[in-house]
């Protein structure tokens, strides 16, 4: 596959490890080269190779852009810094004045972002369970210009019908964004149902790896690729280049560690569910999921997210405390396994009240399962419980 671009009837697997890369046409390398540079020489004046500074076009970078928009079924990808710092940008797009339907289960960091930094210039925000098409529509308003959902949500495992979602957006003239972090681009792709932007804290399953840290969004339109490339540049909110090419090398196995990712979810998922100390369990995977006929119409697969009600923060604690796989730590996708507690870690930025209205309570426990063997995370999450 000489051409790095030519990705029609392709499976994902194959998408991953080719699309957007081309081998080095210096030396042949077959993985695109760490163009670790501030600047380019220009041959003379008024004429330059395609580069001419580094915040605004760098190869590395622009080869992951294309892997990734490939394999959203997009035609355009712009990286960021963070999952932040493409929000970010995208809440850009919008002017004072102008209205975001925002689904309330979000990421902590989103409705951090969006509740005390943007709203205080002048766009207006309505928080909604996104899972319900009537709370969207009775939230429109003739100023709204965006619909930003995430699904599943973090931490609820709650689930937005992308394709109603994206015909109430159109209907009142706004774009639908959706955050894929939790799904990847191989158990969901939003843009193929309807969705205009999708973005991803590439940190999370893009990476995969928990070495790096970034952000990226993915559009069909090129209207939109032109504005937010615009803004990309205007704002600068860039990855370097190494952080590039660490996501693009994890990339190409995307395919085979979601596979792991969703095995091994969906099996921890069916344990806890019938284990006697979990009160609740919420996986888009099990059948007792009031959306999982949702899931499985709009989803390949159900990831390797778990949450779990313990009952009480003491009971919590004495859970994630006693893991010994499984590590205690903040974000999520990577082949590790890793624990949390969202009151305290992820969504601490969300009021209590809020939190609690949403379900996420401080007895919420988070499990991001990696790719170990199932048998050992198993072993683990028993001997932790038994301690409660």
């Not at 969004?217 to 939109?224: A, P």
């Amino acid at each position: 596959m000489k051409d790095g671009n030519n990705t029609a009837g392709l499976g994902i697997g194959t998408i991953a490890i080719h699309a957007g890369q081309r081998p080095d046409p210096t030396t042949g390398a077959i993985m695109t080269p760490v163009y670790q540079t501030s600047t380019y020489v220009q041959p003379e004046l008024g004429r330059h190779l395609g580069y001419e500074y580094a915040r605004t076009h760098n190869p590395t970078r622009e080869a992951y852009e294309r892997n990734v928009a490939a394999l959203e079924s997009g035609a355009h990808g712009i990286a960021f810094a963070s999952g932040l710092a493409a929000t970010d940008t995208m809440v850009k797009l919008l002017s004072a004045g102008d209205h975001v339907i925002c689904g309330e289960g979000v990421y902590g960091g989103t409705y951090r972002l969006f509740s005390q930094v943007v709203a205080r210039l002048g766009i207006e925000f309505s928080f909604v369970d996104s899972g319900s098409l009537d709370e969207i529509r009775a939230a429109v308003k003739p100023n709204t210009r965006l619909i930003h959902v995430e699904t599943p949500t973090n931490p609820m495992m709650r689930l937005t019908d992308i394709a109603a979602a994206a015909e109430v957006a159109h209907g009142t003239g706004a774009w639908l964004s959706v955050d894929n972090t939790f799904a990847s681009p191989y158990n969901q792709r939003p843009l193929e149902l309807g969705a205009d932007l999708v973005l991803h804290s590439a940190t999370k399953y893009i990476n995969g790896h928990s070495d790096m840290v970034g952000g990226i969004i993915v559009v069909r339109s090129d209207e939109l690729h032109e504005r937010l490339r615009f803004l990309q540049n205007a704002a600068g909110g860039v990855p370097g280049p190494w952080d590039c090419w660490l996501a693009m090398r994890s990339t190409k196995t995307l395919h085979l560690r979601m596979r792991a990712h969703n095995a091994n979810g969906q099996q921890i998922a069916e344990w806890l569910h019938a284990h006697a100390k979990v009160q609740n369990t919420y996986y888009p995977g099990l059948k007792t999921h009031p959306q999982h006929d949702l899931a499985k119409a709009q989803m390949r697969g159900f990831t390797g997210m778990i949450s779990i009600e313990m009952g009480s923060l003491e009971r919590a604690a004495a859970f994630v405390n006693q893991v010994r796989i499984f590590a205690l730590a903040e974000s999520l996708g990577g082949v590790e396994s890793l624990i949390g507690h969202p009151a305290m870690m992820t969504h601490a930025s969300i009021p209590r009240e809020r939190r609690y209205a949403m379900g996420l309570t401080d007895g919420l426990v988070r499990l991001s399962c990696g790719v170990e063997d199932v048998e050992d995370l198993v072993a683990d999450l028993e001997q932790a419980l038994s301690h409660v």
